[in-house]
Structure formats: C-alpha cells, structure tokens
Nanobody, 120 residues
Framework: VQLQASGGGLVQAGGSLRLSCAAS????????MGWYRQAPGKQRELVAT???????TYADSVKGRFTISRDNAKNTVYLQMNSLKHADTGDYYC???????????????WGEGTLVTVSS
C-alpha cells in the first residue's frame, strides 16, 4: 500500500493551493484519511481528518480556510487551502487507516511529505 501526495508549492500569503493524496495497492477498505503538517523545528500536527462516513475534524488554526474532502471511488483525499498564511508553511503529510485485502484490521499509513511554502 502506498500513499502518493501532490500539490505542494510556493504561494503568496492570501493565495490558495490544493493538495491531493491517492492510496494504491491491495486495499480492501479505507477508514479515516487526513492531513498533518510539520513546520521547521516543530512537531507534526493534525490539520484535518475525514472518516469514511464523512465526519470531519479541523485544527482550530485552519477552520474556515481549509476544506478536506475525499473521493472514495478513487481512494483519494484532498485538502483545499485558501487564505494561506505564512504560518501554514511546512511539510504536509497524508495519513490513512487502511485495511488491506486479507487483513482483519486497518493499519495506519503515511505518505511522503509535500512542501507548502507561503511567502509573507
């Protein structure tokens, strides 16, 4: 199972970016999917998560600016980021709880980070 993230880049403050993360491999089902970020010198933190049923959680710092969504048919999760701030700069990682074919339980997987840089 692999998670492939894309969509990071350099943007001016106030701008927008859309991140995507696609899961591939021997997948039976995917429970929650989400995005985390890690700024230089700081710990990784939750940005947003979405369950298979569509329940969503956001970090307080991104509420009203970021929108998480998923396409279950494509095993893909998205993060639309608007009104970006310099404080949003960091490596963004996708995470998913995936039950592989032949397994009884889901396991957490991480994708490679995609760098978001917001210039002030």
């Amino acid at each position: 199972v692999q998670l492939q993230a894309s969509g990071g880049g350099l943007v001016q403050a106030g701008g927008s970016l859309r991140l995507s993360c696609a899961a591939s491999g021997s997948i039976f089902s995917i429970n929650s999917m989400g995005w985390y970020r890690q700024a230089p010198g700081k710990q990784r933190e939750l940005v947003a998560t979405i369950t298979s049923g569509g329940s969503i959680t956001y970090a307080d710092s991104v509420k009203g600016r970021f929108t998480i969504s998923r396409d279950n048919a494509k095993n893909t999760v998205y993060l639309q980021m608007n009104s970006l701030k310099h404080a949003d700069t960091g490596d963004y990682y996708c995470n998913a709880a995936i039950r592989r074919v032949g397994q009884r339980y889901a396991t957490g997987y991480w994708g490679e980070g995609t760098l978001v840089t917001v210039s002030s």
